[in-house]
């Protein structure tokens, strides 16, 4: 425990060789941790003393509910992807510039129901039917991240960085027949205008080394 408390203070003071930190060129490795993916499992593959290779697999689903002018929408979202990343580690310690592409798992399906307003007139008793997806199916990715080995075999990780969704594309239809689509055109409008065409990229995870 000692020596495991050494090597962390030496690593925050960023004085380990970049060697003592990281996998050996031809060494695999299989993380767990968490993302703005989700649950996120990782491979990793060390090329050479400055370049390595990752694989993250990313899941989450969440259920959300909220009100927008009168209309309650239920939405279920399904959040995560899968990339192939390349690192450049720099020489200073454990940290590295990663960059590479996420194929996008991001999807979001939900129903809306009640009386409120949509586009410029008020309706009564709509059933909504709402989607949405990243226009990138495939995410260009970067980000900033450092390994810290706190034993023979086992590195933490930490990453920073942004994902370009390029946008969202949504889909909103009413089912109950009575909303004109002008009105529905404006709602998915406004809807592309706010959702992100980037996301954070953000991930803790805990690696062993074969």
Avoid: C, H
Avoid at 65 to 79: M, V
């Amino acid at each position: 425990m000692e020596n495991v408390t050494k090597a962390l203070i030496l690593i925050a003071a960023g004085i380990v060789p970049a060697s003592a930190l990281s996998q050996e060129p031809g060494e695999f490795g299989l993380g767990f941790g968490l993302s703005t993916l989700g649950a996120t499992l990782e491979g990793t593959y060390r090329v050479s003393d400055r370049f390595g290779l990752r694989v993250p697999l990313g899941y989450l689903s969440v259920d959300d509910t909220e009100t927008d002018d009168g209309i309650k929408y239920d939405y279920d979202s399904q959040l995560g992807g899968i990339g192939l990343l390349g690192d450049y580690y720099t020489g200073i310690g454990g940290l590295r510039i990663t960059g590479g592409a996420m194929l996008s798992g991001y999807d979001v399906d939900g129903t809306g129901r009640g009386s409120g307003t949509l586009g410029d007139n008020t309706y009564n008793n709509v059933n909504l039917r709402y989607s949405a997806d990243t226009k990138n199916a495939v995410m260009p990715m970067i980000s900033l991240g450092y390994d810290g080995q706190v034993s023979p075999r086992w590195t933490l990780s930490a990453d920073l960085g942004a994902m370009y969704t390029g946008g969202f594309d949504v889909s909103l239809t009413d089912k109950s027949g009575q909303v004109s689509q002008a009105d529905l055109n404006k709602e998915i409008k406004d809807a592309e205008d706010d959702a992100p065409s980037v996301l954070p990229y953000v991930k803790f995870t805990a690696t062993f080394r074969f």
